[in-house]
């Protein structure tokens, strides 16, 4: 697609249950990453992928958060047990190659966990 | 340890008025990037600049120019004649070389612009 495409927008789920969070890159793009945005503070680094592998995942803040980008090219974060605390914009960009300066932003997911 | 500090949180203005957005940065490397990002009300974050740190020469882009200063470990942005579509939320970014795949961001500054 001409950008990089975020869904659902919104969601709105209860505190303990699982969620998934899409994100499809511009085609082509090799390089993946999540952020995680929360009210007031700059995004924050979650993980970043290379081609189907996690390059780098030294910012998921624990164990219930998991990301998987199977064929390269969808991306889906899952975040298992949801707390209040998890409630943020989670942000997807994509990359040419990666290590450059080249990243496309989605617009984002909002999710509230209530 | 990396940091990057925005300390204005909010800033409003008239119309055509001048603006300056800070940004300090810490960081152990010698080697880094420094980022300027737009947010506006839609959400994604719109890329604006990028310098790495052996280039200290400012940089102008119609109304946009940026003023590195590797000494106060500054790298502030101005806009000049502000207008209402410039109404955003900007943050400053880095990352080092070691690892250029992660983006470092400030809290961001809110820019309001009034007509």
């Given at each position: 697609g001409a950008g990089v495409s975020q869904t659902p927008s919104n969601k709105v789920t209860e505190k303990g249950k699982y969620v998934e969070l899409r994100c499809d890159p511009i085609?082509?793009?090799t390089a993946l990453y999540w952020y995680r945005q929360s009210l007031g503070q700059g995004p924050e680094f979650l993980i970043y992928f290379q081609g189907t592998g996690?390059?780098?995942?030294?910012?998921?803040?624990?164990?219930r958060f998991f990301a998987v980008r199977p064929e390269g090219s969808v991306s889906t974060l899952k975040i298992q047990r949801?707390?209040?605390?998890?409630?943020a914009v989670y942000l997807c960009a994509s990359s040419?190659?990666?290590?450059?300066?080249?990243y496309t932003f989605g617009s984002g997911t909002r999710l509230t966990v209530v | 340890a990396q940091k990057v500090t925005q300390a204005q949180t909010e800033i409003s203005v008239v119309e055509k008025e001048d603006v300056t957005l800070d940004c300090v940065y810490e960081t152990r490397d010698t080697t880094y990037y420094l980022f300027w990002y737009k947010q506006p009300p839609s959400g994604e974050l719109v890329f604006l600049i990028r310098r790495n740190s052996f280039d200290e020469q400012n940089e102008i882009s119609g109304r946009y120019s940026w003023n590195f200063q590797k000494s106060t470990s500054s790298f502030n942005f101005t806009i000049t004649a502000?207008?209402?579509?410039?109404s955003a939320v900007y943050f400053c970014a880095l990352s080092e070389v070691r690892n250029t795949d992660k983006l470092i961001f400030g809290t961001g500054t809110r820019l309001q612009v009034f007509p």
């Open positions: 085609s082509g793009h996690a390059a780098d995942d030294s910012g998921l803040p624990n164990d949801t707390e209040r605390g998890d409630s040419l190659t990666g290590g450059d300066y080249g | 502000s207008q209402v579509v410039d």
